[in-house]
């Protein structure tokens, strides 16, 4: 990824040295990460809002609003995917690492796979 | 919201939501199967489509994923006899809004709306939420 805003799911306060939220649309914070010619230029925070059962969409207009382009989840469900990939916000698969900035640096390296239709959650997943 | 699509082997069923709809004036689409409803969708502005578990031609689930494979903002809501705990795990991730009864009635009509009322107030917040990256 040489340029774009990446989102990562994440706990308490965030920030690159923080840890990533496993269900995303209860995560307390996205950690926000803007990328320049394969760089890391700047981090921010952005809240979440409140999860409501059917609510899927709540977090893929935040993250649309603040022209996230890129997501990185441990699981999500099919709707929220489909919302995300309708608005144009690609959708990365990590279930294995809970650090935010191993994640970051594999996605602005090509490392990480966009999440595929198979790996959707179900019954309590990522949604 | 405008327009309600009702899907499901009966209309009769659906009489007394149909009603309270009406009253607050959102009009209401019937069809008795997942084909006629995923052609009603592509070509009318519908704004949610409550579903009988029991359609002809396809599962319930597998026309909750066929729309919000068209489009993910469509809502859905499933008339199921399953427990809370079976509707649950059958349907979480298709971000399904609740499950009515099979003959759902007025009581459910108001809990559907106050459910998309705080969604939508959820929704306007999001529009004024920034990131601290945005200048």
């Known amino acids: 990824m040489k340029n774009g805003r990446i989102a990562i799911p994440s706990n308490g306060q965030g920030g690159l040295n923080g840890t990533r939220a496993g269900h995303f649309g209860h995560c307390d914070v996205f950690t926000l990460v803007d990328v320049e010619n394969g760089e890391i230029k700047e981090v921010s925070i952005l809240q979440n809002q409140e999860h409501v059962q059917g609510g899927c969409m709540v977090p893929v207009n935040l993250l649309s609003e603040n022209r996230v382009s890129a997501l990185v989840v441990g699981g999500i469900g099919m709707r929220p995917l489909m919302g995300f990939r309708q608005v144009g916000i690609n959708v990365y698969h990590d279930d294995q690492r809970v650090e935010i900035e191993p994640v970051v640096k594999d996605l602005i390296a090509g490392r990480l796979s966009e999440i595929k239709n198979d790996q959707v959650c179900g019954g309590g997943g990522g949604h | 919201m405008n327009q309600i699509l009702l899907v499901g082997p009966e209309k009769n069923r659906f009489k007394d939501l149909t009603a309270s709809f009406s009253e607050n004036q959102i ?75 099979l003959i759902p009635g007025k009581a459910e009509a108001k809990k559907l709306q106050d459910h998309l009322a705080r969604i939508s107030r959820i929704s306007d917040q999001v529009k004024s939420v920034k990131g601290a990256g945005n200048k």
């Open chain 2, 27 to 101: 009009t209401t689409l019937w069809t008795d199967t997942a084909g006629k409803a995923l052609a009603l969708v592509a070509g009318k502005k519908i704004d949610l489509v409550i579903i009988h578990e029991q359609v002809p031609d396809m599962t319930a689930k597998k026309l909750v994923e066929n729309l919000i494979t068209l489009n993910a903002m469509m809502n859905c809501v499933v008339l199921s006899a399953m427990s809370d705990e079976d509707f649950h795990e059958a349907y979480e991730g298709l971000g399904v809004l609740m499950r009515f009864p």
